[in-house]
């Protein structure tokens, strides 16, 4: 009894926050500037903890985000929260030559036209590995890069070796064949090591870069940060989606 009681109020509760809320958006136009900063600071606060819920419950409620199965001797493996979770925002217009995607993930690119869009996709197919995937479009394009940077998280770099190798696996669907590379950024002390990987020129498909950190040219400090960048050649009137993206380590095997 007690808990079908707690469960009414609840309801009441809710009905009434709902009803608060609806009545605000109707009187907004005519509050003075000043409540209206506070109103908008509840709101933001408000939405925060609802974006909270309805991210933990995308997450369990969509597709199961089955890890691919990785070498023998993987000691870290990552996807990032684009593939794995709900954007707050689902689509955005790249007017800027930094565009936050998430807290991991910003695309960068020097075109002037501003006519790149980028969208959070479900994946419904059989074959989909992960839940979400990420869409690009491409009208017009008059830069000379365009690029995903992808922020590793700290267990990437902590405890990396010369001996390690770090592979990413794309899986990609784009309605031409693109070129596009991989680009792995090692900052260690001031300077920053880059190692560049072809990604193999396909429509769609998976594709492998793996980077040997032997050849990275590291010198004796350990790396502190790390980040890949996705690179697309010539990308105008094109449209990519990464139905996933994966990022891993391991030991290289001694000879």
């Not at 990437?156 to 990609?172: D, F, K, M, N, P």
């Amino acid at each position: 009894m007690a808990g079908r009681i707690g469960t009414l109020i609840n309801r009441w509760h809710l009905r009434r926050a709902a009803q608060h809320w609806a009545a605000q958006a109707e009187a907004v136009s005519g509050i003075e500037l000043a409540p209206l900063h506070r109103l908008r600071g509840e709101a933001k606060a408000m939405r925060r903890q609802i974006d909270r819920v309805l991210q933990a419950a995308e997450a369990r409620l969509g597709p199961v985000a089955a890890l691919p199965r990785m070498a023998l001797g993987t000691d870290w493996v990552w996807r990032p929260d684009v593939w794995r979770r709900a954007c707050r925002e689902a689509g955005v217009i790249a007017t800027g030559a930094r565009t936050a995607v998430s807290d991991d993930l910003a695309l960068y690119h020097d075109c002037p036209l501003g006519e790149i869009a980028l969208r959070q996709t479900r994946n419904r197919g059989e074959a989909d590995r992960a839940p979400f995937g990420l869409s690009l479009d491409v009208f017009g394009f008059q830069g000379s890069f365009l690029s995903l940077a992808l922020t590793l998280p700290e267990p990437a770099v902590s405890g990396l070796t010369l001996r390690h190798l770090i592979e990413v696996q794309v899986v990609i669907e784009s309605d031409v064949s693109l070129p596009a590379f991989a680009r792995l950024n090692l900052q260690h002390g001031p300077n920053v090591a880059q190692v560049v990987s072809a990604l193999p020129t396909m429509a769609s498909g998976l594709t492998v870069a793996a980077f040997d950190l032997a050849y990275a040219g590291l010198g004796q400090r350990p790396v502190t940060k790390a980040w890949l960048d996705l690179i697309f050649n010539d990308p105008a009137m094109t449209r990519v989606t990464l139905r996933d993206v994966v990022v891993s380590r391991r030991p290289r095997a001694e000879l």
